[in-house]
Structure formats: structure tokens, C-alpha cells
């Protein structure tokens, strides 16, 4: 019988879903930390042999995580982990993957980080804050400005947030270029490897760093990097902290190189309450929550549902990742 351990929430959520999967399956809930339950009866830590794991965003905020996690690395029978993550930088995920268990990844969040990118990248093209501001003067002025369909944007990475990405900014009629690995991305114009970014730096209006985090992306956007940036570009991260160097973007701010900056995530979470960030007029700020939206769960309990029925039928996963996602040959 394939054992499966996920949160008692998630379990609710999906169970009359599942059903036509029993008698196969055993569902092992975690109603509250460190506890474990079965058809109602508590399960003992030690009795656990999960074959499937599955850890959702909801587990992460209820701080239910260490109780999915445990058994995860401590148990010999897993098999397959569903992580609600899209990116695999942190280090217990190679030691998930060097036990042999097979990661499946959320794109589940692309279309709210899409969103949000969209977002604050009009906001900043068009002049709203500036209309604002003439508003309260009662002021009948002009606003001039660039329209968005004759800027220019760069898009590091473009895996599934990338490519939800992609779709929003040329429905907008963008130039876009993809930074990424391979073969060309098909809705960029065109596509460059990361070891050419600087040539496309000068004429870029918007910058979106939607890449892992890895050896060779860590502080890429660094003094070098904004001392190529066009004056008055925008920057956008919802990748990881560890893409920017903080410091040189201080010091690309001053320059505006770039202009603005909008950032979801910072090389220390939380930011610290005395970080420069929080005050800067050019930055905005939010707490790694770009993949809040109300549409995020539902869509990750399709994709566990869907993944679960490709596992249990030996066919290949949906978002599997691969060695070289957690620094593995």
C-alpha cells in the first residue's frame, strides 16, 4: 500500500479527489506540529514509511514544514517529493536528492509572479505616481512618456515563472530578450546565454530576474553589471536574494542605474529593520510574497492530483527536476 504524508488541510482539500485512487493509497495527515494521524488513528513518528510527500505552501506558513520534512530525510521508503518550491538553491534539497528521491517542482505561483511583475513594470512606465502628485496640486499638467510597447525588456530565466513572464510582457508588444541556457526561447526575440547578459545591458528598459539561484548566478548583478545597465531602467526580482549585490545596487541606485527597483527577495529574509533598503525612495519593497495570490494553492493541489496519477501509473512526471538544479553532476 503506497503510503502518502502531506498536512490534514491539504488532505481536506483533496481527498473526494483522490478517492477513486483507494484502496491503493494511505493518506498520513499532520494535523498539528510533531503529530501524525490515519483514517483518524494517531501514527506513531517511528511507524512512518512514506513512499509520497508532499509539502505545501499552506504546511510552509502554518509551520508545519519540519513535521513533513523529518520523516522525509530521516525515512529509507521515500520516493517522490512534491515541494510547493519552484526553486531548489537551498542545500536540504541535494540531500533529498543524493537519498534518491525523485522532486517535482510548483509552477503553480508563475501566474501571480507574473502578475506582479506586469504590475509594478506599468506602474513605473506609466506615470501614475507623477499624475498622483499633480492631482493633489490641482495641477493641469502633461506627463509625458515612453509607452510600454516601445521598451525593451530582458528576462533572466525562463523556466515556468519565466514563461508565464514572457506571455504577459509581449501581449504588451515588448522587445524581449531571454537570457537562459539551451535553445532559444520562443516568445523572446531573441536569446543569449548568461555569459553575454552585458551585451544586452545598454539598451535594456527592464530588467526581470526570474533565474535559480547557482554558482554562477550568485551576485551577477553586480558593479559591473550596473555600470553597463542603460540610465533609467527598471529592475524586478522574484528570483532569489543571492541574484544582487546589494551593496552595488546602493551604489547603482545613486547613478540611476537603475532608476528603480522592485524587489521581492533579499539576501538576508527577513530584511533587517535597520537595512538601507527600506527607506530608499527608488526601492520598492515586498516580503517575498510575489506568489500570493488566491489561485496559487488550487492550481498546486491540480498539479499534485495529476502528478500523483502519473506516479502511480509508472508514467513521467509533470516539473521533475533535474541533478544540476541542486548542484549535483
Not at 535559480?212 to 540610465?231: I, Q, V
Amino acid at each position: 500500500m503506497t503510503q502518502i504524508l502531506m498536512s490534514e488541510a491539504a488532505h481536506l482539500r483533496i481527498r473526494d479527489r483522490i478517492a477513486h485512487l483507494a484502496p491503493g493509497l494511505r493518506i498520513v495527515t499532520v494535523p498539528e506540529a510533531g503529530r501524525y494521524q490515519a483514517d483518524g488513528a494517531e501514527v506513531a513518528a517511528a511507524d512512518l514509511a512514506p513512499e509520497i510527500v508532499w509539502n505545501t505552501q499552506e504546511a510552509y506558513m502554518s509551520g508545519l514544514l519540519p513535521s513533513l520534512m523529518r520523516p522525509l530525510l530521516d525515512c529509507p521508503s521515500v520516493r517522490w517529493l512534491q515541494t510547493f518550491n519552484a526553486g531548489l538553491d537551498l542545500p536540504v534539497f541535494r540531500r533529498i536528492m543524493e537519498k534518491g528521491v525523485r522532486i517535482t517542482k510548483s509552477s503553480a505561483q508563475g501566474v501571480v509572479i507574473a502578475e506582479y511583475v506586469l504590475a509594478h513594470a506599468l506602474s513605473l512606465i506609466v506615470p501614475i505616481d507623477a499624475q498622483r502628485q499633480l492631482q493633489a496640486r490641482r495641477e493641469w499638467g502633461r506627463t509625458q512618456y515612453r509607452e510600454v510597447s516601445q521598451t525593451r525588456w530582458l528576462l533572466v530565466g525562463y523556466g515556468a515563472i519565466g514563461e508565464q513572464i514572457a506571455q504577459r510582457a509581449r501581449a504588451f508588444g515588448v522587445d524581449l530578450t531571454v537570457v537562459r541556457r539551451g535553445s532559444d526561447a520562443g516568445l523572446a526575440h531573441r536569446t543569449l546565454p548568461l555569459s553575454r547578459i552585458s551585451e544586452a545591458l545598454p539598451d535594456t528598459d527592464v530588467v526581470v530576474l526570474a533565474c535559480a539561484l547557482t554558482d554562477e548566478t550568485r551576485d551577477m548583478c553586480n558593479g559591473a553589471f550596473f555600470a553597463a545597465l542603460k540610465p533609467g531602467a527598471i529592475l524586478i526580482n522574484i528570483g532569489r536574494g543571492g541574484l544582487v549585490d546589494e551593496d552595488a545596487l546602493r551604489r547603482g541606485l545613486d547613478a540611476s542605474r537603475p532608476a528603480y527597483a522592485v524587489l521581492d527577495v533579499f539576501q538576508t529574509e527577513p530584511l533587517p529593520d535597520d537595512h538601507w533598503i527600506w527607506g530608499h525612495p527608488q526601492v520598492r519593497v515586498s516580503a517575498h510574497t510575489s506568489n500570493s495570490g488566491d489561485g496559487v494553492q488550487p492550481r498546486a493541489d491540480i498539479q499534485f492530483i495529476g502528478n500523483l496519477e502519473r506516479y502511480l501509473a509508472g508514467e513521467p512526471l509533470m516539473n521533475e527536476a533535474e541533478r544540476s538544479e541542486v548542484g549535483l553532476a
